[in-house]
């Protein structure tokens, strides 16, 4: 399908994935040249992604022709988190009546492959099954302007959770701590499992049940990314990790 589209969307679409799923690591600059290299299109389609996504606070543009995703700070976590509880449950709810039988099963799935990732230490199919989980249910709503705006929270989020599932504070072995990405043992990350609530909330068909779960799952999150924070995964961008990387 991507042959049909034209190469303005198929590098949005490529480039936004690679935000979204935590290839561009926070606060790491990355060349232009580098992603047009790496993504295999034109300068041209590749600077007009870079200006959509720049548009939707996903990326920042810094001096000599590089970019880079936004680090996070402690307040641009509180307000995302608010905001995505507020898009996120009218979403639940308005999807709710159309969860039917089937869409519960598919849910089940998604959710069946994110436990398969996470037994595996999978942390990209752990982040893509995440993300599957929730806009599957909220695809139901048939609300687009909803959709954009928990798109775009998410496209913000997404880079920080990456962090937060692969690894630790530089310099933890050295306190004492595990040097095991924290990806390899993303049980802790993802308990208790609010999606096996949303779930039972949907069988019931119980609103309320399945506020609870949404705001639930949210707020794990963002307690995940502010542990983060507060121990210093973000410091310094991981090294190592493909175009997160400063490329020359």
């Known amino acids: 399908m991507t042959e049909r589209l034209p190469a303005h969307q198929i590098a949005y679409a490529r480039l936004r994935d690679m935000v979204l799923f935590g290839e561009l690591a926070p606060g790491a600059a990355v060349t232009i040249e580098g992603l047009v290299a790496r993504l295999g299109l034109g300068m041209t389609p590749v600077r ?7 548009a ?6 810094q001096g000599n022709r590089r970019v880079c995703v936004p680090r996070l700070d402690p307040r641009a976590l509180e307000d995302l988190g608010y905001a995505r509880e507020m898009v996120e449950t009218r979403l639940a709810d308005q999807a709710l009546p159309h969860c039917t039988s089937q869409v519960i099963a598919e849910l089940r799935t998604i959710d069946a492959a994110l436990d398969a990732a996470i037994g595996s230490g999978d942390i990209p199919g752990y982040l893509r099954a995440n993300h599957g989980f929730h806009f599957h249910l909220y695809r139901q709503a048939g609300s687009e302007v909803l959709n954009a705006l928990a798109a775009s ?3 913000r989020l997404g880079p920080s959770l990456r962090v937060v599932c692969a690894g630790r504070a530089p310099g933890a072995a050295g306190r004492g701590e595990s040097a095991a990405a924290r990806g390899a043992d993303g049980a802790r990350l993802h308990s208790p499992d609010h999606h096996k609530d949303a779930l039972i909330a949907l069988e019931a068909h119980d609103a309320a049940a399945l506020h609870r779960a949404i705001c639930g799952d949210i707020r794990q999150g963002l307690a995940n990314i502010r542990a983060g924070l507060d121990g210093g995964l973000f410091d310094k961008p991981a090294a190592g990790e493909g175009p997160g990387g400063e490329e020359g």
């Open 48 to 54: 007009e992604a870079i200006r959509r996504l720049i």
């Open 153 to 155: 929270l998410w496209l």
């Open 56 to 61: 939707e606070g996903a990326l920042q543009l």
